[in-house]
């Protein structure tokens, strides 16, 4: 092997071992610590390898003379000297730049570190006053399911009797009414009993030409909690099949009675208001056909949103009538105030001729008749003067030049 393959090899040996110096000064030490001790290891290998080099050479030129082998040693060691020399110069350059590197690397992950401390912090802090905060919400949430659960336990204790379910009805029935702008005994009446006295309607709603529109508000729902009480499935289907059973009877019901006057006062339908929407959907869901029946049996099904829609039908249909009753009563005081106003227009004219005339008369009365009047009156003071002649220019002279008029 050569002297330059050897110093090759040296070489290598020497940047592998720095560079797993490095690699594990890296993972345990500081930059400036790991560099200053790269430092000493690379002093301390290169005596080493000076070393091993110069026993190297030796054994491999043993056969040569004492003088040639220590002239061709001192002039390799020189020669190494000036490559290692060079080799340590460009790696102590080498290590120093990486140190900067590695310090401005360190200093660039601690500002890093120190904004993800500060983050952490305040996410720390924002999750705390979250926390807090969804417990609080938690806990009223809890407060308002648990009134919320005995507000519906009693409300289902209260649909079991039948005159809270009817008072129930009528209570959700007035509160649409109010939405709606309806007032009682000025657009509807309760418990008013019809004409033939037979049957007394919840609700009367009052229609233009005297008119009625009658509703009930009562309706079945013992076999509709019942089904929301199941425990079972078959239970659950003959509640549900109970619960449609019953809202047919119940229409069928509301057919029999005195609520649509064949006479004319009343309208040729009947409401029949369903309390909830819930029900109303479950109706219209399971058994869509009850419904159909109902309208020709000439029955409105009505839910809370539907009674509100029929009543503003019903509220727009009373102004119109309003209005048009009010258009033609509009329409006769027109007519006669355009009488009256001809009328008025004549007596102004007349006046206006009357006025003419009199103005006429009155300046006849204040300019010739004045000065006639005062003629006499002149006169009378001349003979009273003593038969003077009357002045040059006045009236009486101008009167007695041109003659009486």
Sequence with gaps: MTPLAWSTLVIGLILGFLLALLVKGLRNRSARELA????????????????????????????????????????????????????????SQALEEKRQLIDHQLQRMNSELEQVGALMTSLEKDRAEKFGELAQQLQASGTQIAALLQATSTLREALVNSKTRGQWGERMAEDVLRMAGFIENVNYSKQKTVSSGRSRPDFTFFLPRNLQLHMDVKFPLDNYVKYLDAATGIEKERCRLDFLRDVKLRIKEVTTRDYIDRDGQTVDYVLLFIPNEQIYAFVQENDHSIFDDGLRQHVIVCSPMTLFA???????????????????????????????????????????????????????????????????????????GGNEAPPEGSITAATEAGGDE
């Design 310 to 384: 029929v009543l503003a039908v019903v509220r727009q249909s009373i102004d119109n009538f309003t209005l048009e009753r009010t258009s033609q009563e509009i329409m006769q005081l027109i007519g006669s105030f355009r009488k009256q106003w001809d009328e008025f227009i004549k007596k102004m004219e007349s006046l206006g001729k009357s006025l003419t005339a009199a103005q006429n008369d009155y300046e006849a009365l204040v300019t010739t008749r004045k000065r006639m009047l005062e003629v006499p009156l002149q006169k009378i003071e001349v003979l009273r």
């Design 36 to 91: 200053e001790e790269i430092y000493r290891a690379h002093e301390v290998q290169n005596a080493q390898r000076m070393q091993a080099v110069y026993d190297q050479m030796k054994s491999a030129f043993g056969s040569l003379s004492l003088e040639a082998l220590s002239r061709s040693t001192n002039e390799f060691i020189k020669l190494a000297q000036v490559r290692l020399s060079s080799e340590r110069e460009y790696t």
